[in-house]
C-alpha cells in the first residue's frame, strides 16, 4: 500500500508526496452504540487502513483524489463546503481540513492530496474514521503541528459530527487513533479516556462482510441517537450511562415503549463491557463469547438495528465449533459479523459459514481473518 500511494501521487500530480499517513480500521468488539450516550467500550484496531499521501499546493485550491476513483476534485478554499454526489468522499478530508481552522490549528492552505486503501468501504469496520485520521496526520506534517493524539482523535469526530453531518461518538476515531498491536482498546467516553487492554493469547477475529448496507443508514443512525437522548431525557438524567440496569428498571414506566427497549440496549450493554473485561482478565474466553453473542441478541431485539443477513451469520456462527462468540460489528444496518474464534477456527470452517449464507441469501460474504494493528501514525518514505 505503501508503495501503491507513493507511485499513484506521483502519477496524479507529477512529483512525489511530501507527507505520508496511514490510520487503520477496527472492530467494534463489544460496546454497541454506547459511545454517544457516555458508556464504555472495547475495540481493536485491524491491520488494514486507509493511507494518505499529500503535498503542499498553491495556497487557495486543495485538490483531492482516491485510488478508487478517476479523476481529481478541486475545491477552492474560498468555497469549501459540504460536497454532494460522486465527489460527496471528499466531505471526510475536507472536513477534517475545516475543523482545522476550529480547533485552532493552522491549515494547509493549498493541498494535493492522495487516498488510497485496503479496508473494505461499507463493512462496518470504519473506513471514515481511518480516512479522517490519516488525513489530520498528513496535515500536521504539512503545517508542522503536533497536537496530543486525544486531541486529533477529537478533532476527527469533531470533523465527522459537523462536516459529514453524522453523530457518531468517540469509538471508530478513538480505536484508529489508539490501536495497538495484540491489544484491544478500551474507552470510557465520557473523558474521553483511552487505555489498551492486550489481547487474549490464541484468540483470533474473522470479519464477515455481508455488503448489505441499508438505504437509510445514516438516518436511522441519527434516530437511534434521538432515541436515546429522549430517553436519557425521559429518565431524568444526561446521558445512559448514568443509569444502571436495576434503576433503568425502576423507571421503566416513564418512557414509552421503543425508547425503553433502546435505553436497555444501551445500559445493558456498558454492564456487558465491564462483564467482558472482567472475563478477560481472567481468560475466561467462552464467557466473553457468550457476553458477545448476548450483545447481539440485544440490538436484534432491543436496539433493531440488525437485519436477517446479520441475524443469520450470528446463528451460523453460534452453532460452529471453536467460535466462542459472534455479533454485528459498527452501527449496525447491515455491514459485518465479528466472530471472536479460539486458534483451531480455520478458513474452511470460515468456508463453510459462508456457504451456508450464500444457499440462504445468493450472495457470499466476503471472509477476512484480520490480525490486531497499530494504531494511526506518519510513515516515513
Ligand atoms: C458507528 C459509530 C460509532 C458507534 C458505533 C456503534 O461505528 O461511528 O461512533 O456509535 O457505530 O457502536
Not at 70 to 78: E, F, L, N
Not at 93 to 117: A, I, K
Not at 235 to 244: F, I, M, R
Not at 374 to 379: C, E, K, L, M
Amino acid at each position: 500500500m505503501k508503495e501503491l500511494a507513493i507511485t499513484r501521487f506521483t502519477q496524479i500530480y507529477g512529483h512525489a508526496p511530501a507527507v505520508l499517513a496511514r490510520a487503520p480500521g477496527r472492530i467494534e468488539f463489544i460496546g454497541n452504540h454506547t459511545d454517544y450516550n457516555g458508556g464504555t467500550v472495547l475495540g481493536a484496531a485491524i491491520d488494514l487502513g486507509v493511507w494518505v499521501a499529500a503535498a503542499p499546493a498553491p495556497a487557495g485550491l486543495l485538490h483531492f483524489a482516491t485510488e478508487s476513483q478517476r479523476g481529481i476534485v478541486t475545491v477552492p478554499v474560498s468555497a469549501a463546503g459540504k460536497q454532494v454526489g460522486a465527489q460527496r468522499w471528499v466531505n471526510y478530508p475536507l472536513g477534517v481540513w475545516t475543523s482545522f481552522r476550529e480547533f485552532g490549528w493552522r491549515q494547509p492552505d493549498g493541498l494535493e492530496y492522495l487516498v488510497c486503501s485496503d479496508l473494505p468501504v461499507g463493512a462496518g469496520l470504519s473506513s471514515s474514521a481511518a480516512i479522517e485520521l490519516a488525513s489530520a496526520l498528513a496535515y500536521l506534517g504539512l503545517t508542522g503541528g503536533n497536537p496530543a493524539r486525544e486531541e486529533i482523535v477529537k478533532l476527527g469526530r469533531h470533523a465527522e459530527n459537523n462536516f459529514v453531518g453524522v453523530p457518531c461518538g468517540i469509538l471508530d476515531q478513538g480505536v484508529s487513533g489508539f490501536g495497538r498491536k495484540n491489544h484491544l482498546v478500551f474507552i470510557d467516553c465520557r473523558g474521553p479516556r483511552f487505555e489498551t487492554v492486550p489481547m487474549p493469547a490464541g484468540a483470533h477475529f474473522w470479519v464477515f462482510n455481508t455488503h448489505t448496507k441499508h438505504a437509510l443508514i445514516d438516518g436511522l443512525y441519527a434516530a437511534r441517537h434521538r432515541e436515546c437522548m429522549e430517553a436519557a431525557r425521559g429518565l431524568g438524567v444526561a446521558l445512559l450511562a448514568d443509569l444502571t440496569p436495576a434503576q433503568l428498571e425502576q423507571k421503566r414506566a416513564l418512557l414509552p415503549e421503543v425508547n425503553y427497549r433502546r435505553a436497555k440496549h444501551v445500559i445493558e450493554e456498558i454492564d456487558r463491557v465491564a462483564r467482558v473485561q472482567v472475563a478477560l482478565a481472567s481468560g475466561d474466553l467462552a464467557s466473553v463469547g457468550r457476553l458477545l453473542t448476548a450483545s447481539h441478541r440485544s440490538s436484534q431485539t432491543q436496539f433493531e438495528n440488525s437485519t436477517p443477513e446479520l441475524d443469520f451469520l450470528v446463528e451460523t456462527l453460534s452453532e460452529t465449533p471453536h467460535v466462542y462468540g459472534a455479533r454485528l460489528t459498527g452501527g449496525g444496518f447491515g455491514g459485518a459479523v465479528m466472530a471472536f474464534t479460539d486458534a483451531e477456527f480455520s478458513a474452511s470452517g470460515a468456508a463453510q459459514v459462508a456457504d451456508a449464507y450464500a444457499f440462504r441469501f445468493g450472495s457470499r460474504p466476503d471472509v477476512l481473518h484480520c490480525e490486531t494493528g497499530d494504531g494511526a501514525a506518519r510513515v516515513d518514505f
